[in-house]
């Protein structure tokens, strides 16, 4: 980086607190709300000065949410468990099929490969809900509504074209000519996949990996539609919050927290382990 | 014939459905005798690379056979082919050393880990890259990828070597050196080589034969001597040769006693008949145009010739390039003195019949060469 002089310095301090302040706000205040009451939540002027506590978060690990019209009883760590099946499972299974279908387009021009590709792509212009519509019929004859299986069999919606597209550049960018070399040497293809494209490849994989982890954690419609409280994931399941007495923001907050630790954790790790790859510089000379 | 190491016959390359898709290797005929040094010369999409790896197994035949050692192999894929190739670009596998990149090619063969070290230390020892062993691909420039991938091929034990533009990248000095190394090398150890590159110098100074390519179609399969000699249509006599061979539309007029090509401008170039055979003198009567060519060292000075004026005098420290418009067109000359010319100034020229080159003016085969017909 070029020297900066101290004024530039204390700019470039000014911009990156700006943003950083914008940015983190709604977070940071969330958080601040999970360890208050509604009372103190909702006074007026609001104030960061409060008495923290934890019975929001203890209302949702024992699902017994207290509001002034009795108990209600709330699935939130059940649905936290879904969100977390139902996204490992959909990203696990989007790499197993998008992977070596990324590879195959990368490497193997064939007819019609083009309009496959963009096809698979597509999924992701219409509007979910304009595809949910006809799906429900469907799913409701094949008996898939509210199973698992056919949730994560729609996840790949939004999974399987993030991971193809994203993972197919990462393979055009290795030269084809290492894999050629590799094969001449005496290897047949799928081992030039698993020795050479698949270990260049990994903080490709790995970033679109976690970018359809993120998306399938965030979706709400599609589980919204399909799926039962028992099948539902934390997205659909906040809405439990918006009940008959009020809205209780407490726990809505604190269920947020305990929402987004996974996929920020994932985030955090796999950003070191993704810029470790990428400085390597090892995919081009 | 058992000494042909490689077979190519009929074999056709589309890009896209065949005979509708792009069509870069045309009926391609050759064969490759073992220890020989083979150079497909051409210049960019003339379809020599696309014929290397149709060889090599990393592009499909699209119709036609290739037989090495042999064996049909247009099928197989590049594991059963065994064939060792080095590359133009970046091929070596990023997360090892040059050292374990060259190895590596030896890993199949089950040597003894000292007979590796060995091998790869006199290869390395070659190609002059003994300070970079240790380091990793993406620490080294392209010259130095290029002659590791060079090592990494060369180092192997194959049926057939494809060296594909293997010294594109080098200095020229090394280039120099190395090809006069390599060609030891290959020799020496009796492999068998095909060479894809643009440039004629390293064409001519590798190769037994050069395959001249143009348009997909193989214009001409000779020794770099008889190439240069004897081409065998205008475009191997006009892109084999520095500078240029100097060409000229002409019409033909023969009679009994003389033979006569008119030339642009009125130039007329008159000959004896008994300058050129009979059968020459025949093809020509058949037609009415033609193309002459003439390579600019054979180009004469002399007072009672044709006549040309000098547009550009230069000369390079040891021979002197001179060009003057002449027939509609440019005659470039090559004399190893200075000569003493004004731009501008008229200049008279002989063409000798031993030194003309004659082309069908229509389909641009080759009629006669002077050398063999005076």
Known sequence: MEAMSPLERVLRGIALTLVVVFFMFPIVWIFLMSFQTNETILRIPPSIVFTPTLDNYAALITGKLQTAAGTLDIAFMRNLGNSVFLSVVSVAVALALGVPAAYAFARHKFRGSEDIAFTLLSFRFAP?????????????????SNTYFGLIWVYQLICLPLILWIVRGYFED?????????????????????????????????????????????????????????????????????????????????????SITPTLALALYAQRYLVEGLSLGAVKG | MTDIALLLKDVDKFYGPIDYGVHAVKKLSMDVRKGEIIALLGSSGCGKTSTLRMIAGFEAVSRGRISLGGREIQTFPPVRRNVAMAFEGYSLYPPLTVRENIAFALKA????????????????????????????????????????????????????????????????????????????????????????????????????????????????????????????????????????????????????????????????????????SHAVRDALRKRQRVVLGVRPYAVKRSADGVTGRVAVNQWLGDQTHIAADFAGGTLVLVEHDRARLEVGQPIGIRLEPASLHVFDGESGDAISHGEELA
């Open chain 1, 128 to 144: 979910p809900l304009l595809v949910l519509l006809p799906l429900t019929q469907y799913f409701q004859w094949l008996g898939l």
């Open chain 1, 174 to 258: 290795i030269s084809a000519d290492v894999e050629y070399a590799y094969r001449i040497a005496g290897h047949s293809w799928f081992s030039t996949f698993r020795k050479i494209a698949l270990p260049l490849a990994g903080p490709g994989i790995a970033a679109a990996g976690l970018l359809a982890f993120i998306f399938a954690w965030n979706n709400f419609v599609f589980a919204l539609v399909l799926a039962s409280a028992d099948k539902q994931p934390v997205t659909v399941g906040a809405l439990a919050f918006v009940t008959a007495s009020g809205i209780q923001y407490g726990q809505i907050a604190a269920a947020i927290v305990l």
């Open chain 2, 109 to 276: 063969s089950k040597l003894s880990q000292s007979t590796v070290d060995e091998k790869v230390a006199s290869i390395a020892r070659l190609l002059e890259i003994e300070d970079i062993l240790g380091r990793y691909p993406s620490s080294i420039s392209g010259g130095q990828q290029q002659r590791a991938s060079l090592g990494r091929a060369l180092i192997r034990d194959a049926s057939l070597h494809l060296l594909d533009e293997p010294m594109g990248q080098l200095e020229p000095q090394l280039r120099a050196v190395l090809r006069g190394r390599i060609k030891h090398y290959i020799k020496e150890r009796g492999l068998t080589a095909i060479l894809v590159t643009h440039d004629q110098t390293e064409a001519n100074a590798l190769a037994d034969r050069i395959a001249v390519m143009e348009g997909g179609v193989l214009q001409q399969f000779d020794t770099p001597q008889r190439i240069k000699e004897r081409p065998a249509n205008l475009f191997t006599g006009t892109f084999v040769g520095e500078p240029p061979m100097n060409v000229f539309e002409a019409s033909v007029n023969a009679s009994e006693s003389r033979l006569a090509f008119g030339l642009k401008e009125g130039i007329r170039l008159e000959y004896a008949a008994s300058d050129f």
